[in-house]
């Protein structure tokens, strides 16, 4: 397995979006090593990108490394590299994109719809080497990224206001024409020929442009869950990611003894995906994976029923009390999106939240030297 990070990076005086991923990637890529911090299309964010990891020790080791190395270049720079999946405070306007002809392209042929458009989430990769297996293994996964959607919700926030939902970040990506849940696909042959008719519409620059919440990778041999906003911390970024795993475990498992996919429209999905989006872990959501029609039921209701869907998964790989403690916490605290809006209600400040949400850097203790706000952990607002 492996877990990309998006990050935002703020002034660390004004807290708004700084554009200057430019000299922060290439300080990180020093320090984390080549090819692990590299930059998104605005010029306020970057991605780090893990070394494949076999065990949650291994994994919690890397995405803290990355993290610190990440927060360490933007520190010099005179930035905060903030885990929010939007841009709390500040508009990053249109962005400046990467000189890059393929980012040139995108921009050229969407226009608008790269305003905006830094935008945080958190990639798990999940070895599945059979693209037969892959696609299958996507059908299985579908029906839950609502869920997991509502797990991860860290992005309430977005240009200095509250947006009424608790991921603004899938919201916005919904306005591309390829971002979503994916289509239920029958077969390689299949998939090989959705890709090939978004590509040949226009809504697709090239394959690699499926914004699918779950897809077949299209450079490594994985399935690729999509579907989180970055999460606050490195052990919910872990929890999350052995998670996952083991949800992908479980389909290959019910794959290869003969047991199919729930086939649900993906008009229901995209639906069930927005509810998440808006409520988080607070509301209700459609308990798609279940046999029997959609209906709504408590978030919690749906989470016991993953959990009792991979629990053999995760004890076989020694996950589960990680993934148990991760989502007691949540059941405590609430989301990453929950924890945000605390904060503003304690000090009605959004430079208080991007403080917050802000990785911290060893070197410095964990604090900038200009920092006044406060700092969340475990769901409690603390002075810093």
């Known amino acids: 397995m492996g877990v990309e990070e998006e ?11 700084a554009l200057v991923a430019d000299a922060v990637v290439e300080a990180a890529g020093r320090l984390a090593g080549d090819g692990h911090v590299v930059g998104e299309m605005a010029l306020a964010q970057l991605e780090t990108v893990s070394g494949v990891c076999s065990d949650g020790s291994q994994l919690h080791t890397e995405v803290m490394r990355l993290r610190r190395c990440a927060a360490r270049a933007a520190g010099e720079a005179g930035c905060l590299l903030v885990a929010s999946g939007t841009v709390p405070l500040g508009d990053p306007g249109p962005p400046p994109i990467l000189d890059k002809p393929r980012d040139h392209a995108i921009a050229a042929r969407f226009g608008a719809l790269v305003d905006q458009q830094c935008a945080n989430a958190c990639h798990v990769h999940v070895g599945v080497p059979d693209l037969e297996e892959a696609v299958q293994v996507v059908n299985h996964l579908r029906p839950w ?80 869950v999509r579907v989180a906003d970055v999460l606050p911390d490195t052990e919910d970024a872990v929890a999350y990611a052995l998670l996952v795993r083991a949800m992908v475990a479980a389909a290959l498992t019910d794959l290869r003894e ?18 998440t989006a808006r409520d988080g872990m607070s509301g209700q959501a459609l308990a798609l994976p279940l046999t029997g029609p959609p209906r709504s039921v408590p978030v919690w209701h749906l989470t016991k029923a993953l959990m009792g869907h991979v629990q053999g998964h995760l004890q076989a790989a020694g996950d589960f009390d990680t993934v148990r403690r991760w989502l007691s916490r949540l059941q405590r605290h609430g989301t990453g999106a929950a924890r945000q809006r605390a904060v503003y209600m304690c000090t009605e400040r959004l430079e208080d939240v991007v403080d917050a949400l802000a990785v911290s850097d060893p070197a410095d203790h964990g604090v900038a030297p200009d920092r006044k706000g406060r700092a969340f952990r475990d769901g409690t607002v603390q002075p810093t």
């Open 145 to 224: 990224m609502p869920l997991l959607l509502a797990l991860t919700a860290n992005s309430p926030f977005c240009g200095g206001r509250d947006t009424g939902h608790a991921s603004w970040r899938a919201m916005l990506w919904s306005r591309w024409p390829t971002a979503g849940p994916p289509p239920y696909l029958r077969s390689v042959d299949h998939y090989e020929q959705v890709v090939a008719a978004l590509v040949d519409s226009g809504a697709a620059v090239d394959p690699a442009m499926l914004y699918w919440s779950v897809r077949p990778s299209r450079h490594v041999p994985t399935v690729e």
């Open 7 to 17: 990050f935002l990076l703020a002034d660390a005086v004004t807290r708004e979006a």
């Open 258 to 275: 003969g047991r199919p996919a729930l086939p649900v429209e993906d008009a229901v999905l995209r639906a069930a995906a927005w509810r």
